[in-house]
């Protein structure tokens, strides 16, 4: 192999940087190498380099296991996904104690906000993904996003032609198909990809529940019983096309999104509350366009724009004139609505779009500039309440975010500085006067402009050791959800205010290869000082349901660390481990428009941890690999994994009698599985164990997952290079 073929090699490897080691050593006068080995780092491993605190997962080791991508980020350093139940249950993610929309979520650098109830972590499988990229507090430029807490941003397949298809059967009449799949011709530059997945499960899983005599309504204790109105199911198609590799574009690229879910809901925002006959139905329908072109006008000056457009429909149905108690026992009942008498349709309308344009001013420089719009339009329609005055009327959210970067960059450190404009637009009715004779609605008007800014550095101290240290003055609008509620158990507060953050993060990254030894470790601090704090509480009633309030001041600090070894290809092992200090950091709180008093007095929560969010918990695997098991070709892992979460209140700590007090209590689980690939990964099968020891694990306001579960999973993958 000549000289200018591993240059190249090397170029095309995707590194025209990397190091070129040969491993024998050969005479000057030499005509011909023995052997030569090309060094070039992945993609994630690349991203893992930023200057930014992120973690990068590499999803291409798990296909064969074919996780839900919630699955997969709950391995994550800081990173806890809290589920309400089983398969298709609300869940909410959580990041160094921020969660819900404080996290944002991209597809490839477009924002999943208003992707619906259907498309979303739980449904969608690790299979359609390169990588996912997890951003920890500051976000580059480019995402333009006002996340406050950080972003994951899932980076799909780019395989030229390739088909693969799973399909998992398991536990409580769980099944779960995917099909994932591209077509390209590198002459003509068309291209075809898309996605599909369809999920069901009945969910009729054991939970260990509080029974009520229907007669007396008085509680008889807690006993064992099967969940009876919890089935779920959920479909979605992906599809892009359009063309690649021209001289106008890079790509330009035509897509559509259209998914759907219906769900039986079991209990309310607590396991005090049951069930028998609630429902509800998500639709989704999205449109996109792509456009990228490197060298645009002049060398050195890159675009890249999408536009999408949201069609989202929800509908809610609580109408039965009855009351359950788990054992599945019913009586009639004087009014109709076990939860809230519903009949509504939330219809979602909505425009993002995205320009960004980065300029290479030399090898070092280069400046970024971003604008993103979104624009949201909401009706909703209860034909149970015909007379409510908010049947369709318009509520309107509008963000325009604009940013400007510029990044700094030499062989062993880099530097990253940005500046942000937010605008946010409301406008919405407010329910003036509750449960007085002028009680009526009102429509208000809110306009928000902030300034935000923030930077990056990273120092290689050795060609392993990585320093890194990110800040910025954050701020987050509050989403469509958080201010107009769902209709159901997540009520409205049209007076919510935007919460903003000065974030720091530091860190140091080691990453080195010892021959067939791969040692990798890494330590974070972070600190938050968020005024304003969106915090989604629960009302402990006898019909609880859950709404977003703003806590004044909330100061976060973090520690986080993890370490992972591999050896050759054979084997790993590796843990993360995290702990986060959340405190309430308001001394005085004024109360207006109150019907008891007005004024400013005491906080009687300061100095206490934000309840309901966990603060310490690690997670750890190791896994196993048998190559040509059988036959050449073929091989054998065998995986296991844990989870600990030390328990937590559901309220203040500080408030209440201790033994009356409720508690998410301390968990500790255990999963394992084994697969077998075939042909040098064309088919595999695999067999999945999760919670084999039959834990009672809960999450958000104690409710009940999942005990043990078996999962059986098949997969064809073809590919044609």
């Given at each position: ?132 990229e997890v951003y920890k507090g500051v976000l580059p430029v480019l995402f333009g996003s006002d996340a406050l807490g950080g972003a994951v941003n899932i980076v799909p397949r780019v395989n030229a032609n390739y088909i693969d298809a799973t399909y998992a059967v398991g536990s409580f009449g769980t099944h779960r198909i995917n099909f994932n799949g591209a077509y390209t011709n590198l002459k003509s530059g068309f291209t075809f990809r898309t996605n599909a997945f369809f999920n069901y499960s009945k969910n009729d899983y054991k939970v260990f529940a509080p029974i009520v005599d229907l007669n007396t309504g008085l509680e008889q204790g807690e006993s064992w019983a099967k969940r009876f109105h919890d089935r779920y199911h959920s479909a979605g198609l992906r599809i892009e096309t359009g063309v690649i590799r021209k001289s106008w574009a890079d790509y330009l690229l035509f897509g559509l999104i259209a998914s759907e879910d219906n769900k039986q809901i079991q209990t309310g925002a607590t396991m005090d509350v049951v069930y028998g006959q609630v429902k509800q139905k998500g639709f989704s329908l999205i449109p996109q366009l792509r456009y990228r072109k490197t060298d645009l006008f002049t060398p050195g000056l890159d675009l890249s724009a999408y536009a999408t457009y949201n069609i989202v429909n929800t509908h809610n149905a609580d109408t039965a004139a009855v ?399």
């Amino acid at each position: 192999m000549n000289p200018i073929t591993i240059l190249l090699a090397a170029a095309l490897s995707g590194s025209a940087s990397a190091p070129i080691e040969t491993t024998d050593s050969t005479r000057s006068d030499a005509k011909q190498l023995r052997e030569v080995v090309v060094v070039a780092k992945s993609k994630a491993r690349k991203a893992q380099e930023q200057a930014y605190a992120i973690s990068v997962v590499d999803l291409t080791r798990k296909y064969a296991s074919n996780p839900t991508m919630n699955k997969v980020l709950n391995t994550v350093t800081s990173v806890r996904v809290r589920e309400d139940g089983g398969v298709g249950s609300n869940y909410t993610f959580a990041m160094n104690g921020f969660s819900g929309n404080q996290v944002k979520f991209f597809l490839d650098g477009i924002p999943m906000d208003n992707f619906g109830s259907s498309f979303n972590l739980s449904s969608i499988s690790s299979n359609m993904a390169d990588r996912v990229e997890v951003y920890k507090g500051v976000l580059p430029v480019l995402f333009g996003s006002d996340a406050l807490g950080g972003a994951v941003n899932i980076v799909p397949r780019v395989n030229a032609n390739y088909i693969d298809a799973t399909y998992a059967v398991g536990s409580f009449g769980t099944h779960r198909i995917n099909f994932n799949g591209a077509y390209t011709n590198l002459k003509s530059g068309f291209t075809f990809r898309t996605n599909a997945f369809f999920n069901y499960s009945k969910n009729d899983y054991k939970v260990f529940a509080p029974i009520v005599d229907l007669n007396t309504g008085l509680e008889q204790g807690e006993s064992w019983a099967k969940r009876f109105h919890d089935r779920y199911h959920s479909a979605g198609l992906r599809i892009e096309t359009g063309v690649i590799r021209k001289s106008w574009a890079d790509y330009l690229l035509f897509g559509l999104i259209a998914s759907e879910d219906n769900k039986q809901i079991q209990t309310g925002a607590t396991m005090d509350v049951v069930y028998g006959q609630v429902k509800q139905k998500g639709f989704s329908l999205i449109p996109q366009l792509r456009y990228r072109k490197t060298d645009l006008f002049t060398p050195g000056l890159d675009l890249s724009a999408y536009a999408t457009y949201n069609i989202v429909n929800t509908h809610n149905a609580d109408t039965a004139a009855v009351t359950y108690n788990w054992k599945g026992e019913q009586i009639a009942s004087a009014s109709r609505g076990e939860g809230y008498l519903t009949d509504a349709t939330i219809r979602e309308r909505g425009w993002q779009g995205n320009v960004n344009l980065n300029y290479v001013i030399d090898d070092h420089q280069r400046v970024s500039l971003n604008h993103v719009l979104t624009a949201m339009r909401r009706k909703e329609n209860d034909t149970e309440h015909l007379d409510y005055v908010m049947n369709n009327v318009p509520q309107t959210l509008t963000k325009n975010i604009t940013g400007v970067g510029y990044q700094v960059r030499f062989d062993r450190w880099n530097a990253n500085v940005f500046g942000k404009l937010y605008l946010m637009n409301t406008a919405t009715h407010k329910l003036l006067d509750q449960f007085l004779e002028t009680e009526r609605y009102e429509k208000v008007k809110a306009h928000q402009a902030h300034v935000g800014y923030g930077a990056a550095l990273t120092y290689f101290i050795l060609p392993g050791l990585q320093a890194k240290l990110s800040m910025e003055q954050a701020y987050r609008m509050p989403e469509s959800v958080e201010l107009f509620g769902d209709g159901f158990i997540q009520k409205s507060n049209t007076d919510l205010r935007p919460e903003n953050s000065q974030n720091i993060n530091v860190g140091l990254a080691f990453d080195r290869q010892f021959d067939r030894h791969h040692l990798m470790a890494e330590a974070n601090y972070l600190y938050r000082y968020t005024k304003d704090f969106i915090y989604k509480g629960v009302s402990l009633t006898s019909d609880p349901t859950t709404s977003y309030d703003n806590i004044g001041k909330a100061i976060t600090h973090g520690i986080e660390g993890s370490l992972h070894y591999e050896y050759s290809n054979l084997a790993r092992i590796g843990f993360n481990i995290t702990y986060q200090d959340i405190k309430d950091r308001q001394k005085t709180e004024t109360t207006t428009n109150s019907y008891v008093a007005s004024g400013t007095s005491t906080n009687i929560t300061y100095g206490q941890r934000i309840p309901n969010i966990p603060y310490f918990f690690f997670n750890g695997d190791a896994a196993w690999n048998f190559h040509d098991v059988l036959t050449k070709g073929n091989n054998l892992s065998v995986e296991y994994g844990c989870d600990y979460v030390y328990k937590y209140y559901l309220s203040f700590p500080g408030l209440g009698r201790p033994t009356s007090k409720k508690v998410i209590p301390t968990q500790f689980s255990h999963n394992a599985s084994v697969n077998y690939t075939m042909k040098d990964g064309r088919y595999s099968v695999g067999l999945e164990c999760t919670n084999f020891t039959n834990e009672k694990l809960y999450d958000n306001y104690r409710l009940q997952k999942p005990g043990r579960a078996i999962t059986a999973k098949f997969r064809v993958y073809l590919s044609k290079m």
